[in-house]
């Protein structure tokens, strides 16, 4: 059974600060891996999505890695804004549509 | 093109009740899934459904059950209602079911009380 951990659990960080989120994963056969966002009390919003053959994708400031060997990947979050407050969510998919997510890292960026 | 949208946002009920909620995917999409929120576990997978069947389930009660309608709307229903049960349920829709080399995109969510 997968099972997905989120290190750490909370982070405060000044505004501009480069920062990595981590999330590690037990089972390798995993088909993609998706990173999310949360905003408190709302739905989630999809950040990058990096298959299972690839290593990394970015999007803007932000970077997610993949190391199915390790069983590891990281979200880089460059120039971090107050806007960027959120929880943030890792998840994996290995059958189907069936995500499997992490506890998720909440991020507080302060002005 | 209008994004995955549930209903109703906010529902208050008591234990021994039971609960419908509602999904509508994007347009296009046939695959909806539904997730339950809460603060002890996270994030947990309920079903998926395509085209009108039931293709994966996650390991919740038979009180937790769902269907999916012809224009590729689904409900779940939560019958007996526990305290347990309160959470943030939520629901997303992709164009296909299966190994998936897109994203799922997530509704608000229903925010479920049970007192």
């Known amino acids: 059974k997968q099972e997905v951990t989120q290190i750490p659990a909370a982070l405060s960080v000044p505004e501009g600060e480069n920062l990595v989120l981590n999330c590690s994963f037990t089972d390798s056969a995993i088909y993609n891996l998706q990173w999310f966002r949360q905003d408190p009390g709302k739905g989630l919003t999809s950040l990058l999505l990096?298959?299972?053959?690839?290593r990394e994708q970015t999007s803007g400031r932000l970077n997610a890695s993949l190391d199915k060997s390790s069983g590891r990947s990281t979200l880089y979050i460059a120039a971090s804004q107050p806007g960027d407050s959120a929880t943030y969510l890792c998840?994996?998919?290995?059958?189907?549509?069936?995500?499997?997510f992490g506890g998720g890292t909440r991020l507080m960026v302060k002005p | 093109k209008a994004g995955v949208t549930q209903t109703p946002r906010y529902l208050i009920k008591t234990r021994g009740q039971q609960v419908t909620l509602s999904c509508s995917p994007i347009s296009g999409h046939r695959s909806v899934s539904w997730y339950q929120q809460t603060p002890g576990q996270g994030l947990q997978f309920l079903f998926e459904y395509f085209s009108e069947t039931q293709r994966n389930k996650g390991n919740f009660p038979g009180r937790f059950s769902g269907r999916q309608f012809s224009n590729s709307r689904s409900e779940m229903n939560v019958s007996t209602l526990e305290l347990g049960d309160s959470a943030l349920y939520l629901c997303?829709?992709?164009?296909?079911?299966?190994?998936?080399?897109?994203?799922?995109?997530f509704g608000p969510g229903t925010r479920l009380l049970v007192l």
């Open positions: 997303a829709s992709s164009s296909k079911p299966g190994l998936t080399l897109e994203t799922q995109y």
């Open positions: 998840a994996f998919s290995n059958a189907g549509n069936m995500l499997t």
């Open positions: 990096i298959q299972s053959s690839q």
